[in-house]
Nanobody, 118 residues
Framework: QVQLVESGGGLVQPGGSLRLSCAAPRNIFAVYTMAWYRQAPGKQRALVASMTSGGRTNYADSVKGRFTISRDITKNIVYMQMNSLKPDDTAVYYC????????????WGQGTQVTVSS
């Protein structure tokens, strides 16, 4: 069973920074698009940032210029550096591995809580 292992959430003050990490198996990391989603209370899960296996990135408008998705290919880890955090960024953040073709499954991490509050 494929596992995506997340870490790095926590409580931070507005304006602060956090870095999330997601470790994936090598065979997943090499061909899947890796992404971060978030779900705030009472809201739908939404895409925050993604990176294709080729390295192309995409960001939600609300986080552009503040969040950066990156990866360490040698460690099979995808990161999301979150700067200038706002209370509206409070949510459970999920790592996602999106399959390159429809006949392959997608995978999700267990989620990590990020709370931005003074």
């Amino acid at each position: 069973q494929v596992q995506l292992v997340e870490s790095g959430g926590g409580l931070v003050q507005p304006g602060g920074s956090l870095r999330l990490s997601c470790a994936a198996p090598r065979n997943i990391f090499a061909v899947y698009t890796m992404a971060w989603y978030r779900q705030a209370p009472g809201k739908q899960r939404a895409l925050v940032a993604s990176m294709t296996s080729g390295g192309r990135t995409n960001y939600a408008d609300s986080v552009k210029g503040r969040f950066t998705i990156s990866r360490d290919i040698t460690k099979n880890i995808v990161y999301m550096q979150m700067n200038s955090l706002k209370p509206d960024d409070t949510a459970v953040y999920y790592c996602n591995a999106a399959a390159p073709i429809l006949t392959m499954p997608d995978y999700w991490g267990q989620g990590t809580q990020v709370t931005v509050s003074s």
